[in-house]
C-alpha cells in the first residue's frame, strides 16, 4: 500500500509491522500493529516532533485503517490516538472490534 498527498506518503511495512507516514524520504511517524487472525490491534503511534502540529497522526491512521478495511481485517483499538481517531470517524464502526482482556494478554505476550 502506498499513497500519497503531495509529498506525504503512507506505506505499509509488513516486516516490521507497521505503517510509516514519509514526507520526502524521511520517516515522520509510524503506527505499529499486530494480527490476531483477521484482527489488526493497533498499540502504538508516533509522530516524530519535528512534524508535530501537521495532522499527519490523522493522516495516517486514516491512511492505514482504509488499508486495514480494504484488506477484510478488523480493527481493535489498543493505541489512544488509534482510538481516539474512531471515536471521531465513524465510517470505521463496522469494522471495529473492542479491546478485551484476552486481546491485552495476548498482545503483552506478543511483545513481550
Known sequence: MSESSSTTTVERADGDSRYEILVGDRRAGLTAYRDLGKQRVFF??????????????????????????ASGMRIVPVCPHVAKFLERHGEFADITDPVTPDVLRWLKGRLG
Not at 503511534?45 to 488499508?67: K, M, N, P, S, Y
Open 44 to 69: 502504538h503511534t508516533e509522530i516524530d516532533e519535528a512534524f508535530a502540529g501537521q495532522g499527519l497522526g490523522t493522516q495516517l491512521v486514516r491512511q492505514a485503517l482504509a488499508d486495514v478495511r
